[in-house]
């Protein structure tokens, strides 16, 4: 069978207007002689009112009660496309979570994928129908209904399109696609044609007004193609595969930045071992995310200065933990909350030299000051003053030829 | 086990506030040591809603579909009267109807119970749960979501009642209870205290906003005693029950009226056998209900004048229909769309004689001049002129002291 898998966002599917038109699209694969499991998520505002419900029935909702409450805005989303396909004249029918049966854990509200039955689905499929799945939904081994987290439609189109081993996996969103970097900080972005997994996880600042990194490494895990694309305007959107199936025409996908960073300073640590992890220990205790490290070389030998990152929710905590820190001596401590992130992201610098350098370059052409560096495989990032992020951006994004 | 059924209806449960405020009946039941079984319909306004985006997507919405779509409502309400009693520190689940399971045949939009599972509800009693059963709602044999009709949470909440053998089965609604007649057109009024379910159902005209005619019948067939009481104020309802274990104080239970009913006369008609067979056979073919009947004796013994009443909305088809009927001859069609139906009942005028000559006495004595008479065991009507309802209806409230 030649299985493809359609999933609509919350605004695909936000008006009747709009689940009319998705309901074109799915016509269109059925024309293909595609066999078409539709993936749904609730019409969009849909989850947000339900929660304000539950909000003002306890701050402490029940978990198990919160899934049952959510999981009818997608039983009502599946149920409207199901009826609209009949209405054209195709045999479709809604399945929700415990129908197909999808099988969780008993997580609730963030449960993960046990197992997929088959049996239902691919019986009538083979009777030329065309079910209409309710994502971000499943059935715990004890009956309960259990949801998958926040924006998880994905990861149950995700799993469908492993499980049905699926052609393709069609994310209509209602954007269209993957940017080279955001158009609102750099008006010439473009959309990018193809990208690895790899890729779309570091580009997660980015990528997330797409897809959720998380459902991104699903899919990683699972080997599904996905192609991220709109609803709304008819154009071809962004493939995301394996690394050695993308095409490679620039070194560089994309770039990231960031405005929620700042920038910590120990100025005059006394240097001996361990005084690192003094350091960080008790942010990780305390779940602070430490990003970007920098430790200076100490000109006396005895004292040093270490640099980090974290984010800006994160920074009054982290000075109060800092201070307080009796593992650990320092002269003085200095804050600096107007900085970005810049990062260049492509798996073509594994095998391109002198892709820092170029970097590096571009950037103090324009008289940028570097004042962190990290680096991953397929990543570069910068620390450069927040006054400097667009021409940061705009000189790389021409340096690497993204426009 | 001394189990009670709570039923709720869509005002109950119309906001959040009237949540809170029947989770507080129900723990009111728990302790006084009741295991209770609640069950509940959709918000009020919120099946209205989703019936509105079912029109939207088609006029002939697949009715399988439409199931799934309206008992989303019963499954946020329920979920929510379960975790605000988690909230009280109350052990509670929700329970759709495919987890009790309430299984039903496969007619969709008006599904009928085949059977209820008692397994998995008694089990959660035994463990002092309280489970949130959700109104309204089944599965089919073959897996779909199934839903009763229209305001069928008292049909769930019946038949709950039987395969569990309540000691109670309490319909909490907007309203106090059945009344002696209509406030609005008679102001003493009172709430009647007991009723039997025989007496209920010739009441259906003031009942329907208490119960559906059908739901009664239920009840009656399961033999199922229903408190039905205000979830609003706290006040004794009407107890609905088997005739013989009916409180006897009058005569008459109530005095029903109508203002939707019209009267046709045929003037003249060929008085020969089975003429009113061929009168009423087009009307019944065409779904025309004819209530109330009567012939005049024909003073030439060869014409007869036959009188008959049907809902006005029928009157426009009946007019046509009769003047088309090829097997009938008549002179003239009289019709008076501006009559009222009064109707007297109570289970008393089986035993008690004279019952009608009073009622017509006191009509009399105001100078209501009746139309048509029918009468059944424990009822009997008369058809009066819509200016004398009001006079008619305070004149038999007197008469049969029910003030």
Redesign the interface.
Known sequence: MKIIVLKFGGTSVGT?KR??NISKIIVSYLKKRFKVIVVTSAMSGATNK?IK??K???D???D???D??V??GE??S???I???L??LGYKS??Y?G??VPIITDNAHKSAKIISIGKKVLINYLRQDGVPIVAGFQGISLD?RITTLGRGASDYTAIMISKYFKAKKCIIYTDVEGVMTTDPRIYRKAKKIKEISYEEMLEMSSLGSKVMQSNSVQDARLSRVNIDVRSSLIKSKGTLIKKKKNVRQNNVIRGISSTTNDAKVTLVGVKDKPGVAASIFEPLSTNNINVDMVVQNISPNKVDTDVTFTVKKDDLNKTKKLTKNNKRIKFRKLLIDDKVSKVSIIGVGMITTPGVTYRMFKALSKKNINILVISTSEIKISVLVSRTKLRKAVSALHKEFKLD
Chains 1, 2 share one sequence.
């Open positions: 009747i689940i009319n339900l419900k539950s003002q029935i306890s402490k909702f029940n198990s009660e919160y049952v409450l999981s009818s039983q009502i599946c149920s409207l199901a009826a609209k009949s209405h029918k809604s929700l415990w129908q009956g």
